[in-house]
């Protein structure tokens, strides 16, 4: 066990876990913000992206060891009043369906906004790939990041 | 106007104060259990009510006006707890943006039937749904004639509000709740004309909408209490084996954060069983707890435990020679038999036969398995996702010795279901747990041992025969199905009633891979292997595919053989004829391959035109069409999400999705190996048409998914001329490219 420190959405936090200890874990099981889902532990469904030094990243594979002084924000810490243009768009276009996925496609969505304003279709499957949808809402998750994005240019 | 006895369920509409366990109703609050940093997200229009009024047990009135309506089933992405209060709020009369959902207690005395499953919420729910909100306005508007001293004949409801027109008085729900929860029950109650309706058939919003798109918690697994531990269980590696000794059991408790590590068994000898346990293959576990889910996972996975085999250790190839010779033999009874098949045979001049198989699949809810638990001498608190509450919590009662009464089953918001947690073999496992540990303990699978637990779609394998007369015309026809503890085949779908000449048999073989309802049970085969064999049907007698089709279901629409077909054949023509007409069928866009399946299932009837591109030889679906039937929509919005989920679902299954065993072990653990569908593989667009056709309302959640595989499959046919008979498609040299 070590202590260590984190900034999350803007707040400092500080935890004392195994080294080896998963970002997902550190989130959901000790400073409470289980908007970020587990799904798969291996880097493969894309449910618990989160953002960490601007970047999506998959939280289940990083341990907090490797994490260093990079921020991180989570689903919770995307907009202050949860309006972010994407979190709009998934309202809009009534996009889940159990909702369990979505956090991470709408983080995994925000960090393509961020680097390409305006995605084509290819460019949206290509990012959004890792992500996976049981429930099967990709041609709404399509069309809410194309929404998203004609809102932010 | 519908004038309705409310002797349906009386005890539904009884005042909540008289209801046992009402304070439970409203004493759980995810602020308040998860700790949680988030502020709740909805906040009413109306505001917060000082005071709530029970009417009965699907609403309460607040004194301004607000109203809560409980939604009875569980939620596992079908959207009940958005369109079953939109029922109530409809009859009640009530505007939408004034209701406030809440999720129901378990209590089937009062709710009936909550259960997610066989696509039946709806339609089940929809009578009673209806007169829980009729019954509430009629004793607002009894309330109301009290105050104002007026005959309630000569009141009117609109959004919330009652008129008296005569002297032009008014009163809002609100103002008279009080006094309506002390009126008499109604004997019989107005529902309304469906052409009046306001609420049904418009466009509403996901409730946890706002909830689900900032992560505030609301899935079992985002569960947190005070002195709460985690835990997981080890299942054996394979199907045949059970678990002996742990053989490094000190080292494990002596790990960082490690509390216990114990065996449970959740099917002792004795103890009576629900349906929903039978299949379990694995009631003896390791159990694992700890203070954190990272130790927990970290500590399973230096388990060494003393796996012994009980039974043969199975392999797929294994399965596939099993169901071929099994399919090789005749059914002692037949499903069903018309006319004389085989003379039928005999007398053919064009016959053709065709086999179909398909593998096990596993669900891979993306929640993985979890459950809450807090045991206590004499209670037990569980709060979890399951689609059999009712089932689990009369398990768990007999399972630790406890009345009904004593046993609390709370209902989350569900990471998906698609079958799967109609087997609540994990509710028994954490309520053991926390029993043994005497604390409260939230008991979470990793994805693996979610993937490798069991409760599979079966392996089905099915052959098909036609036989056609000199003049082209389908004289016999027999299906024959085989499948892993019991066949596929429904005896009396189409195209029984169609053909003079029909056999229908099913065998199954046995297996100890436990298997168990996969969204659409058996149709979700059965579509594949019987729209694929039409289309070639259709091919051999040189037919337009939709034209062969729809002649069968004329025949069965003028001249049934039989009397006991499963399904309306002219709404079944009515989807086709739908589709066709929506895709201009016959005129594809160009570089466009079309195949066309339409299944009857859940009540409800699809028919799907699905184009498919070529892109450097391999197939790639673009649009999809999908006409639909499932009688009055009650919300278009989640409809259309619910029809498209389906279609994505089923290409993915088919295209891409397999469990294969050897030695009895699932060869597939993680995402990395079972592929599931992703974005760059999901159609461009997919089109929805419903049948406006004021009928009362059936199944959504599962009737999309069964008839895509094999629109897909007949678009690819005529894209690369090859026929597939096998899923996954993706091992086939057509879909290769």
Redesign the interface.
């Given at each position: 066990?070590a202590i260590y420190k984190l900034n999350i959405n803007g707040k400092e936090h500080q935890v004392d876990?195994?080294a080896?200890?998963?970002l997902l874990?550190i989130l959901?099981?000790?400073v409470?913000?289980?908007?970020?889902?587990?799904?798969?532990?291996?880097g493969?469904?894309g449910?618990c992206t989160v953002h960490v030094g601007g970047y999506a990243m998959r939280s289940c594979s990083l341990p907090i060891s490797q994490l260093g002084d990079q921020a991180v924000v989570?689903?919770?810490g995307l907009a202050e009043n949860?309006d972010h243009p994407l979190?709009e768009a998934?309202?809009e276009h009534?996009v889940?369906?159990?909702?369990?996925?979505?956090?991470g496609q709408?983080m995994q969505a925000a960090a393509l906004l961020q680097s390409n304003s305006a995605p084509s279709?290819e460019e949206?499957?290509?990012t959004?790939?890792?992500?996976?949808?049981?429930?099967?809402?990709?041609?709404?998750?399509?069309a809410a990041i194309k929404t998203a994005a004609d809102k932010m240019n | 106007m519908t004038l309705i006895k409310t002797s349906y369920n009386r005890r539904s509409f009884l005042k909540a104060s008289v209801l046992g366990g009402g304070g439970m109703m409203l004493g759980f609050s995810w602020l308040v259990s998860?700790?949680?940093?988030?502020a709740d997200?909805v906040e009413p229009t109306k505001g917060i009510p000082k005071e709530w009024f029970d009417i009965n047990a699907f609403l309460k009135i607040g004194d301004n006006g607000l109203v809560t309506i409980m939604s009875p089933n569980p939620e596992?992405?079908?959207?009940v707890k958005t369109s079953m209060p939109m029922i109530v709020a409809e009859e009640l009369d009530v505007d939408w943006k004034d209701v406030v959902v809440e999720q129901a207690p378990l209590n089937t005395d009062i709710y009936t039937r909550q259960l997610a499953g066989g696509s039946q919420s709806i339609r089940q729910g929809w009578q009673g749904l209806r007169m829980a909100g009729a019954t509430a306005r009629h004793m607002l508007l009894a309330a109301a004639a009290q105050q104002l001293e007026v005959r309630i004949e000569e009141l009117k409801t609109e959004n919330g509000v009652i008129k008296h027109e005569e002297s032009d008085r008014t009163l809002t729900y609100g103002e008279v709740a009080s006094l309506a929860g002390s009126m008499d029950v109604p004997e019989e109650v107005s529902l309304k004309d469906p052409k009046d309706f306001k609420i049904i058939g418009t466009?509403r919003?996901?409730v946890?909408?706002?909830k689900?798109?900032?992560?505030?918690?609301?899935?079992g697994?985002?569960i947190?209490r005070e002195g709460m531990l985690?835990a997981t269980v080890i299942h054996p590696p394979a199907f045949g084996m059970k678990p002996g000794n742990v053989k490094n059991e000190e080292e494990i408790k002596a790990l960082?954060?490690i509390k216990d590590v114990f065996m449970i068994n959740t099917m002792p000898e004795g103890i009576e069983l629900q349906w929903s346990d039978r299949n379990n293959v694995f009631p003896e576990l390791i159990a694992i707890v700890g203070e954190?889910?990272?130790?927990v996972?970290?500590a399973a996975k230096q388990l060494d435990v003393d796996w012994k085999a009980e039974s043969e250790l199975e392999s797929s190839e294994m399965h596939e020679a099993q169901l071929t010779n099994i399919l090789n033999q005749t059914a002692d009874e037949p499903g069903r038999i018309d006319g004389n098949p085989e003379a039928a045979f005999q007398q053919a001049t064009k016959t053709i036969e065709r086999t179909y198989d398909a593998p096990f699949l596993a669900h891979?809810?993306?929640?993985?398995m979890n459950f809450f638990a807090n045991v206590t001498a004499d209670h037990a608190e569980l709060i979890g996702p399951i689609q059999t509450p009712e089932f689990a919590e009369k398990t768990v009662a007999k399972l630790l010795g406890m009345d009904l009464e004593q046993v609390d089953i709370m209902m989350t918001?569900?990471?998906?279901?698609?079958g799967r947690r109609l087997y609540g073999n994990f509710v028994m496992e954490a309520s053991l747990i926390s029993q043994k540990v005497a604390a409260p303990v939230k008991l979470?699978y990793?994805?693996?041992s979610d993937m490798t637990q069991g409760t599979y779609r079966p392996a089905y394998k099915v052959k098909y025969r036609a036989g056609f007369d000199e003049n082209n015309q389908l004289i016999a026809f027999h299906v024959k199905g085989a499948g892993i503890h019991g066949g596929p085949v429904f005896a009396n779908r189409f195209p029984a009633g169609a053909v003079d000449n029909y056999l229908a048999e099913n065998l199954g073989m046995q297996s100890n891979i436990s298997t168990g309802a996969w969204r659409a049970p058996r149709s979700n085969f059965m579509a594949f292997a019987e729209q694929c064999f039409l289309d070639e049907c259709a091919a051999a007698v040189g037919q337009d595919p939709i034209e062969f089709r729809l002649q069968l279901l004329e025949r069965a629409i003028n001249k049934p053989v039989g009397d006991n077909n499963d399904y309306d054949a002219e709404r079944y023509a009515g989807v086709l004829k739908l589709v066709k007409e929506k895709s201009d069928w016959a005129n594809p866009p160009s570089g466009i391959h079309r195949g066309v399946s339409a299944y009857f299932c859940h009540n409800s009837y699809v028919a799907q035109v699905v184009d498919v591109e070529l892109v450097k030889g391999r197939p790639k679906v673009k649009d999809v069409h999908c006409a639909v039937d499932c009688g009055i929509v009650i919300n278009p919005?989640?409809a259309k999400?619910?029809i498209?989920?389906?279609?994505?679902?089923g290409i993915?299954h088919a295209m891409y999705s397999q469990i294969t065993f050897k030695e009895g072990k699932p060869e597939q653990q993680?995402?990395?190996e079972y592929r599931?569908?992703?974005?760059?593989e999901?159609?461009?667009?997919?089109y929805t048409y419903f049948v406006d056709n004021g009928i009362d309302p059936t199944g959504l959640g599962e009737p999309s998914l069964p008839p895509i595989m094999a629109a897909v499959a007949n678009a690819i046919a005529a894209a690369k001329g090859e026929r597939l008979y096998q899923q996954p498609f993706i091992s086939s040299e057509a879909v290769l490219g």
């Open positions: 066990m876990v195994d080896d200890t998963p874990w959901r099981d000790h409470q913000l289980t908007g970020t889902k587990y799904g798969c532990g291996v493969q469904c449910a989570t689903i919770e949860g979190q998934w309202l009534d889940p369906q159990c909702g369990y996925c979505q956090a709408i279709d949206i499957a290509a959004m790939n890792g992500n996976i949808c049981r429930c099967g809402t990709y041609t709404r998750i399509k | 998860c700790e949680a940093d988030v997200v596992i992405g079908q959207n466009g919003n996901n946890d909408g706002q689900i798109v900032r992560g505030v918690p609301m899935y697994l985002d947190k985690y960082a954060g954190s889910t990272w130790q996972i970290k891979n809810t993306m929640e993985p918001r569900m990471g998906g279901g698609f979470f990793t994805r693996e919005l989640a999400n619910q498209e989920g389906g279609i994505v679902d993915g993680n995402f990395d599931l569908i992703r974005h760059s999901a159609p461009e667009n997919i």
